[in-house]
C-alpha cells in the first residue's frame, strides 16, 4: 500500500502538522557528493542527459537530509534544445543557446519537441522513482515560456531581460508566435514527465520580475494558464505550482489567473501579504532568503520563525524563495529543517 | 511673484489638469548635448564636481523638453565620498569605492560629510535655481542608505547586492552603525541641499527590491523615516519624494510608514493595485518602462495612455519607472511628452 506523500496533500489543499520541505536547487553545487559526480560526467550538459547520472543527483539530498519532495534533475533550456536550438554551457559563465531567436528565424524553430532529445529526461525520471520511497513527491518542472523565451532571444542568461522585452515591445506578433510553441511544447513535455512518473509539476518563471504589468499579463499569465489548462486535458488534475519570481505587486493577478494548486514564493514577499492576500486563495510555498541560509545563525533562525509563524497554519510547503547557494554550508541546512521540523 | 510650482502642488495633494513630468535620468548620455559636455569634461566625476558643467547638464533637457523638474546632476555616491571613502569611475564599468567598508574598518569611515567635498554640489543647485524659470522645480537627491551601504560594502556595483546583504545577516550590529552614519550625513546633505535651493529631494533606493521582508523594514524603511523627521526638523515640511525599487508586496508597508509627500513607482508595479491600495494614501509618481520608452510606436503609446488612464486621476507625476536608457531615441521622448500633455 502507498504511504501518504505530504506534499501532494498540501497541493490539495490539507495543511500539514510539520509542513513538508525540500528547497530549489537542493540537487546541486553545495553537495560533496554532486560535486563529486559533477566531475565524474565531465559537463553540467552530461549530467543533465545521462539518466544514470541525473537520476542519482535528484536522489543525493533525498539521502542525505529526507526532503519530502525530490526535484529531477535537469534544466529549463532543455525544452529550446528538443525544439532545434542548440545548447552549450560555457564553464564559468553559463548556458549558450543558438542561434538566438529573432522574428527572422523564428520559422527554424521545430513546432514539435523532438523526442530523441528530451527522452533522457523520461528515463530519469523513472529511474528516480524507482530509488524513491513512496511518501517522497517526485516533482518535475519546465520553465515559463517567459523565462525560456529570454534565453531563446538573447542567445544566453541576462541580467535585465532587454532582448526578449524589447522583441515583445517592437514585434509582439512574432513574440507571441514564440511563446505559442513554447505552451504547446510545455504541456506536451509535461504531460510527457507525467507519463513517466513525476507526481506534480513546478513553472518555474525566474524572469517574471521585470516586466511592465500588462506585459506581466500577456506573457506570463496568459501562457501559464495555457499551460495549466493543457496539461490538465492531457493528465485529469495534474498538480501544478507555479512560481513567478519577482512578481512582486502582480503575485494577487497570477494566483488569481492561473489556476495552480500552490504558489511558490519568493524571499522578498512581505509574509503578512502572503499569509492575507494569497494563502486564502491558494497553498504557499517558501520563501526563505538562501543568502540568510547560507549566513546561518541567528538570520537563519529568525528567517524560518517569521516564516513558519505567518504562513505554517494554512496549507504550506517550505522552501527557499530561489536556489540554494553553492557555498551554503551543508550544517545550515541540517540546522534549517531540524527548526521545520520542530 | 512666482509662477505656481505644478509638481509642487502635487506633492502637496493637489490633482493637475496635465500631470506634471520629468524622467529619471533624464540629464544623461541619450541626449547629444550631454554627450558633447561629458567628452569636454573628461570625466564621469568632473562632470559632477564642476559646477558649471553639472549646472549646465541638469538645465539641458529643461531647455530641450521643457519638463516641470529639473534634478541636480550629481550622484548617490557623493555621500560615502563625503564621509571619507576615495570614489572613482571605471570607464564602462562604473564606479569604485575604496577601501570597501567592512565591519573591521568602519572606524575609518567619518561621522561627518566633509564640507568641502560636497561644496560643489550645492554650487550646482544655486547655479541651477538660477537658471531655471520660477514654474520649474528643482529636485535634489540622495541614495537611500540601504542603497548607499551595497555600494560602500562591495566597493562597486552588484547585481544582487549580496557583499552588503549578507554583512546585514551576520554582523546587523556594524551594520546598523554603518546605516546611522548615512542617515545622519543623508540629513545634513538633503538640508544643505534645501539651503542652497532645491525645492523638494527625491530618495532614490534602487535596490530596495532585493530583501527579504524584515531587511526591508529594518535597512530601508526605517532609516528613511528617520531621514524624513531628521530632515523636516531642520527645514519644517521639507517635500520629499521616496523611490522604493522593486519594493513590490513590501510597497504598502513603505508608504505606511515613510511620511513622504510622493511615492515612485517603478514599471513593473500593477496599476490597479497604484491607484487602489497607493493612491489613496499618497500622490504617486511613475511609472513608464525605459524600454517601452525606448522601443517607441505602439508599445510606447499604449504605455503612456495605461498609466495615464489608471493614476491620473489622482495627484500624479508623469515618470518614468527607472532611469531612461542611453540608447533612448529623443523622438520617442517628444512622442512620449506630447502625449502626456494631451
Redesign the interface.
Known sequence: MDRPKALLDVLHGRRQAHPPVWMMRQAGRYLPEYRELRARAGSFLKLCFTPEFAAEVTLQPIRRFGFDAAIIFSDILVVPYALGQDLTFVEGEGPRLSPPMSAANLDRLSGEIDRERIAPIYETIRRSRAGLADEVTLLGFCGAPWTVATYMVAGEGT?DQ?PA??MA??E?DAFQRLIDVLVDASIEYLAGQFAAGVDAVQIFDTWA????????LRWCVAPTQRIVAGLRARVPGAPVIGFPR????????YVHDVPGNAVGLD?????A??RDAIQPHRPVQGNL?P??L??G?D?LD??VD?ILGALANAPFIFNL?HGILPGTPIAHVERMLARVRG
Request: no cysteine; glycine share 14%.
Open positions: 541580467s532587454a522585452r524589447l515591445y517592437r509582439p520580475g521585470n516586466l511592465a504589468p500588462e506585459e506581466f519577482g512578481a512582486g505587486t502582480n503575485l494577487a493577478r524571499w522578498t514577499v512581505d509574509l501579504y502572503a532568503d543568502l540568510a547560507l549566513a545563525g538570520a529568525r528567517g517569521a524563495g
